[in-house]
């Protein structure tokens, strides 16, 4: 479910490839956490989370996941969480080449990674969860105002909205838009930018920057997983995503 393609001077890309949609899993969750934490041990300096062309990813695989009970459920959210934790808290930076759609959970590894390249053309990207029964998780909203200001974090969460890579690099949820074909390059060139530099000036400069997301993830990490628990067994949630389950099977 994730193809590992080493690049130049350390720089190690990890594709997702779980077609069509590149939806999380437990097994693409797992295996995405395991692969950023034992990055840098294997030797990377920098890391590229890329997806398949016109589609990053499409978020929680909702199918998989209803089929689960109450104990996996649990241990789904926890290594989840836990997986934005190790991309967040990454030793080595991490750049997010965006190669097409992003909602829900594709946005969210977005947002914790160093920088965000989005692919130009008729993609979407956001946090719709509201709108399958889901508030957005305190430690993920509190990241998200980091990126785009209290204001927009507001609008796009409450309402769902996706939106286009042109506004998401308007209101600062990317930080670049470009050709398709040009994302991944672009993503390589990012990192290489930063391995040019002093090392020790960057590690210390990236720390400090990066510093706020230590305390997000202190306060609020344990408190979303169990709103998660809390929210995902209601009957509300369970009706929007059974919903959205039978819509994704009519479009077969």
């Given at each position: 479910?994730?193809?590992?393609?080493?690049?130049?001077?350390?720089?190690?890309?990890?594709?997702?490839?779980?077609?069509?949609?590149?939806?999380?899993?437990?097994?693409?969750?797992?295996?995405?956490?395991?692969?950023?934490?034992?990055?840098?041990?294997?030797?990377?300096?920098?890391?590229?989370?890329?997806?398949?062309?016109?589609?990053?990813?499409?978020?929680?695989?909702?199918p998989a996941l209803l089929k689960l009970?109450?104990?996996?459920?649990?241990?789904?959210?926890?290594?989840?969480?836990?997986?934005?934790?190790?991309?967040?808290?990454?030793?080595?930076?991490?750049?997010?080449?965006?190669?097409?759609?992003?909602?829900?959970?594709?946005?969210?590894l977005a947002i914790f990674c160093d920088?965000?390249?989005?692919?130009?053309?008729?993609?979407?990207?956001?946090?719709?969860?509201?709108?399958?029964?889901?508030?957005?998780?305190?430690?993920?909203?509190?990241?998200?105002?980091?990126?785009?200001?209290?204001r927009q974090a507001e609008r796009l969460?409450?309402?769902?909205?996706?939106?286009?890579?042109?506004?998401?690099?308007?209101?600062?949820?990317?930080?670049?838009?470009?050709?398709?074909?040009?994302?991944?390059?672009?993503?390589?060139?990012?990192?290489?930018?930063?391995?040019?530099?002093?090392?020790?000036?960057?590690?210390?400069?990236?720390?400090?920057?990066?510093?706020?997301?230590?305390?997000?993830?202190?306060?609020?990490?344990?408190?979303?997983?169990?709103?998660?628990?809390?929210?995902?067994?209601?009957?509300?949630?369970?009706?929007?995503?059974?919903?959205?389950?039978?819509?994704?099977?009519?479009?077969?």
């Open positions: 479910m994730l193809t590992r393609i080493e690049h130049d001077t350390n720089i190690v890309e990890l594709r997702l490839a779980h077609p069509p949609a590149n939806a999380l899993n437990p097994a693409l969750v797992h295996e995405l956490h395991t692969a950023i934490k034992s990055a840098p041990d294997k030797g990377a300096r920098a890391l590229i989370l890329s997806g398949a062309e016109g589609m990053f990813s499409a978020g929680l695989d909702v009970d109450k104990a996996a459920m649990g241990a789904f959210w926890k290594e989840f969480i836990s997986l934005l934790r190790v991309i967040a808290l990454s030793p080595v930076p991490i750049a997010a080449a965006i190669t097409g759609h992003s909602p829900a959970g594709g946005a969210v920088t965000r390249i989005a692919a130009e053309g008729k993609f979407k990207i956001g946090l719709n969860e509201v709108r399958v029964g889901l508030p957005v998780p305190s430690v993920i909203y509190a990241a998200l105002m980091r990126l785009v200001g209290v969460c409450l309402h769902g909205l996706l939106i286009s890579p042109d506004e998401a690099l308007h209101i600062g949820l990317a930080d670049q838009v470009l050709p398709p074909q040009q994302v991944v390059p672009a993503a390589l060139e990012w990192c290489r930018s930063l391995l040019a530099l002093p090392t020790n000036a960057v590690a210390a400069t990236r720390k400090l920057a990066r510093a706020d997301l230590v305390e997000i993830f202190a306060k609020l990490g344990e408190r979303s997983h169990d709103d998660l628990m809390g929210m995902w067994f209601s009957a509300e949630t369970q009706s929007a995503m059974r919903a959205l389950v039978a819509e994704l099977a009519s479009r077969k």
